[in-house]
């Protein structure tokens, strides 16, 4: 352990005494570092970390299939067939998507909302932050329209009026009233503001709609979700809808001949857009990284000629060659260390660029930020960093011509032919990752 103090002291002393090299050094790496993490941060509130419902794994989404087309909302009738002929699913629920004009206020508002079947919240296994989720009543023909709020929306269009609970309010010209209030963390996208109870049973189509939405099977307009028995699998689910959709095609050829059904997760159908270009962004910034880190090693290859001479008294003085190697990556590890601690600042500056340069509609973007996960990662790529380019300087330094050196004195016998052949080396991996940084 006193070695190692020994190694991290005499390391520290030598970055200060060479401030030149040492910040060309660390503004690189933590240029590279901090636009891992910066993308890191990205990818894993988007694509790694789990949905904020209870058991999101056993969340699906259903699209249906049509001539020409993959994703295609549902029809109402085909809807209710699917909830009600499945042993798979614990709960199927229905939503249509629609904006509500707020009136009897000050200014009318569009506000972003959804009308559900009375499952949906409940299938979501919420618990209200204040009044309740929809009940069966509130599906059931005749029944009062019932509107519950998203956390923010009764703060910011509603003032966090605490008072908010049975009061109406006017969507598209009729009274709603208020019954309830979800979690703050709940968000199913980000633009759905309020919840509405169906007319009868499923969403209708249009607010002032009167027609027998129940049994028709020509007008797709309904998104579908569902939850799996936890005894249940994906593929389990996806062959009983199938043998679903092939009796109504049996019944129905004229709607259903020639449509199918396709079941993903909720995260798959939540993340699917933003997947492709958010890895290749990941891969970009790792390839920034490793040119960085050739760069790195090449100042450090340069480095080690001068300090040649040096290295070979040590050695010549008893130090092991595993002695030597310690101590050079010891001096890596602390360049690597601060601009870890660097990458942080830029990092939380590229994590506020990305988003505000980001389109409104990407998913979960409100959770993007700097937290524990992404502080690990950036330790753990500070370290692997350090390791990388820290290694060929510290193998080739670590193995001087004595004789060479010690007699002629000077740094030329450190610039042999295979050193120059690991700078050549890493030369030439610069460029060639440039170059497929630059076609990608």
Not at 71 to 100: G, H, K, Y
Not at 268 to 279: F, K, S
Not at 359 to 365: F, N, Y
Request: glycine share 8%.
């Amino acid at each position: 352990m006193e070695s190692i103090l020994q190694d991290v002291r005499q390391g520290a002393r030598l970055l200060v005494k060479r401030p030149g090299f040492s910040v060309i050094a660390v503004l690189t790496l933590a240029l590279g570092i901090g636009a891992n993490t910066a993308i890191f941060s990205v990818v894993n509130a988007i694509l790694f970390r789990p949905l904020p419902f209870a058991e999101p794994d056993r969340l699906v989404w259903f699209w249906e299939r049509q001539p020409q087309l993959e994703t295609a909302p549902f029809a109402a009738a085909d809807f209710l067939d699917f909830q009600s002929q499945n042993q798979t699913f614990e709960d199927v629920a229905a939503i249509r998507w629609m904006n509500f004009n707020l009136t009897g206020r000050e200014q009318p508002e569009l506000i972003p909302g959804a009308i559900t079947s009375v499952n949906f919240l409940s299938m979501m296994k919420l618990q209200p932050f204040s009044g309740r989720l929809f009940v069966p009543e509130d599906g059931q023909a005749g029944a009062p329209r019932v509107a519950i709020l998203n956390h923010h929306s009764w703060q910011n269009r509603f003032g966090g009026d605490p008072d908010i609970l049975g009061k109406s309010i006017t969507l598209n010209g009729e009274a709603v009233t208020v019954v309830g209030v979800l979690p703050p963390d709940f968000k199913f996208n980000n633009r759905t503001e309020l919840w509405v109870n169906p007319r009868r049973i499923v969403p209708e189509p249009f607010p002032d709609y009167r027609g027998d939405h129940l049994t028709n099977r020509g007008m797709h307009y309904l998104r579908v979700v569902g939850r799996l028995r936890p005894e249940a699998s994906l593929a389990q689910a996806q062959a009983e809808i199938d043998t679903v959709v092939a009796r109504l095609q049996e019944q129905f050829p004229n709607s259903n001949g020639n449509h199918s059904v396709r079941l993903i997760s909720l995260h798959e159908h939540i993340t699917g857009d933003v997947r492709p270009a958010l890895l290749v962004l990941l891969g970009a910034v790792g390839l920034v990284l490793m040119i960085a880190c050739a760069n790195v090693a090449n100042l450090m290859l340069a480095r080690a000629t001068a300090r040649y001479r040096e290295i070979a008294i040590r050695t010549a003085l008893g130090a092991g060659r595993g002695r030597v190697i310690r101590q050079l990556l010891t001096e890596s590890l602390l360049l690597a260390m601060v601009s870890g601690a660097l990458s942080v600042l830029i990092a939380w500056l590229g994590v506020k660029l990305l988003v505000a340069v980001s389109p409104a509609d990407t998913p979960r973007l409100d959770t993007v930020g700097i937290d524990g996960q992404v502080l690990m990662f950036t330790l753990g790529i500070s370290i692997v960093t350090g390791l990388v380019f820290g290694l060929v300087p510290a193998l080739q330094a670590s193995k001087p011509d004595l004789n060479s050196v010690l007699k002629e004195g000077g740094r030329s016998g450190g610039a042999g032919a295979t050193r120059n052949r690991a700078r050549s080396l890493l030369v030439v991996s610069e460029v060639a990752l440039s170059l497929v940084l630059l076609a990608g």
